[in-house]
């Protein structure tokens, strides 16, 4: 896929946009703006799917989805994506009922399923990443790194919520020492209130329900035992659990994935002790858990849900989900991870 970069509008909203020899969609030929939103104009092909991403800047490699996949019906396609500020990047990917393009110096990530573990083809992905670093391997995190899954999750979930939070996870570990032991759910719900993060302790349910919570932007903290992970050690897979550790843990999921009709669901594990991939990549950021592997590991460790709203919701928005069964964390057994 190649890249033409074009257009500066009047408020500095720079456009980047996306093309290939493949359908020829994704240059985006037209814009508008309000005060918060921008109206995106861009080339289709009749049958292809697309999805507009944007960035704060060219050369990041952080991209967020900023609108869901669609499909084309025509030549020309015309959506309404949030604005970035002053300045902003977009471009539009093309996607076939069989190739993925991309450029790699650009697309965040992009799947290359089977270097990945994944599988051939991806049927849907949705995630509710930022653009902006916010994953933390707990190996960073002080004096008691060896027991901050806990500290690390958390912080992890705050700063996703609140791009500015500027707090570590040992400083998470200092407010809640637990004798330098191990973390406790209670802890993690705590912590969220002590800063006003709208969160919600759920009975979970199932996969679907983890599906539904994260398609409504929402970012999930669980508590699990990592006995029930598959176990890949093949360098460059981005499946399963990398490390031999196998009990009580904290990860946060934010996303999944669809590929050849199987469901994994895209977490940020902070177990990863400087374990990177070939292009230096963490291998606990994104890494992608199969979704039985998931239920069993909750279901069998402590078989609820944090569930933390998204910054444009309230404690109320959360609450209202159908997807949530709110509990009170205060009446459950609590569960601990490290």
């Known amino acids: 896929m190649k ?11 720079v456009l980047a946009s996306l093309s290939n020899a493949e359908g020829s969609g994704g240059q985006i030929v037209g ?19 697309y999805q507009v991403q944007a960035t704060p800047a060219p050369n990041t ?40 393009w991309y450029n790699w110096e650009y697309y965040y990530e992009a799947p ?22 916010w994953y933390i391997d707990q190996a960073d995190t002080g004096a008691d790194s060896g027991a901050n899954c806990g500290p690390s999750s958390v912080t992890m979930g705050i700063k996703w919520y609140q791009q500015s939070f500027t ?16 973390w406790w759910t209670y802890d993690i719900v705590n912590y969220l209130n002590h800063y006003s993060i709208p969160n919600t302790t759920s009975y979970f349910t199932g996969t679907n329900q983890l599906m539904g919570l994260l398609n409504q932007s929402n970012l999930v903290i669980l508590c699990i035992s990592t006995a029930y992970l598959t176990q890949d050690y093949t360098s460059e897979h981005r499946v399963g659990r990398f490390y031999s ?5 904290f990860i946060v999921v934010k996303g999944y994935r669809v590929v050849d009709g199987n469901l994994f669901f895209e977490v940020y ?20 858990l199969l979704a039985g592997d ?28 159908e997807w949530l069964k709110p509990v009170d964390s205060k009446q459950i057994t609590p569960g601990w991870g490290m």
Not at 245 to 249: E, L, N, V
Request: net charge neutral; hydrophobic share 35%.
């Open 3 to 13: 890249i033409n970069p074009h257009i500066t509008l009047a408020l500095a909203v």
């Open 61 to 100: 490699r952080f991209w967020s989805d900023t609108l869901p996949l669609l499909s084309a019906t025509g030549s020309l396609t015309s959506v309404l994506a949030p604005r970035q500020g002053n300045i902003g990047f977009y471009r539009v990917l093309e996607f076939t009922n069989l190739t993925f």
């Open 167 to 182: 707090n570590t996870a040992e400083d998470a570990r200092n407010t809640y020492p637990e004798g330098g032991g191990w």
């Open 112 to 133: 290359v399923l089977n270097t990945w573990g994944l599988g051939t083809l991806q049927n849907s992905y949705a995630h509710t990443d930022r653009a902006y670093d």
């Open 269 to 288: 594990d902070p177990n990863n002790w400087h374990e990177v991939y070939a292009d230096n990549t963490p291998k606990g950021r994104n890494r992608h």
């Open 31 to 49: 814009t508008s703006m309000t005060n918060t939103q921008i109206n995106l104009l861009f080339k289709t092909a009749n049958g292809y799917s």
């Open 294 to 321: 998931l239920a069993n590991a909750i279901a069998n460790w402590w078989n609820y849900l944090i569930v933390i709203a998204p910054p444009s919701g309230s404690q109320s928005r959360v609450a209202i989900s």
């Open 245 to 249: 550790y196998a009990s009580g843990h």
